[in-house]
């Protein structure tokens, strides 16, 4: 077999290989924030909303039943 027809693939699954190397990146330096939050107390404005009343379809089949699920 001729060589130049090997060195092709050769040489390109090794330039494929040395491109897709790992790349390393540096640790980016810690952001500080000196500020001081204020939360304070919040009151609501308005009632909650009505419970929703929900119903359960009957069994999928015989045998089965439903869990409260709470």
């Known amino acids: 077999m001729n060589r130049t027809l090997l060195a092709a693939p050769v ?4 330039l494929a ?4 190397g790992c790349v390393v990146r540096a ?3 810690p952001v500080a924030v000196n500020a001081e939050v ?3 107390t919040v009151y609501p404005t308005v009632p909650p ?4 009343v929900e119903y359960r379809p ?3 089949g015989y045998g089965y039943y439903w869990d409260h699920g709470e």
Do not use: E, R, T
Not at 11 to 14: E, H, N, R, T
Not at 49 to 52: H, V
């Open 17 to 20: 290989l040395f491109v897709s």
């Open 58 to 60: 009957p069994p999928p």
């Open 38 to 40: 204020d939360y304070g």
């Open 27 to 29: 640790q980016p330096a």
């Open 49 to 52: 909303p009505a419970p929703m």
């Open 11 to 14: 040489l390109a699954i090794g």
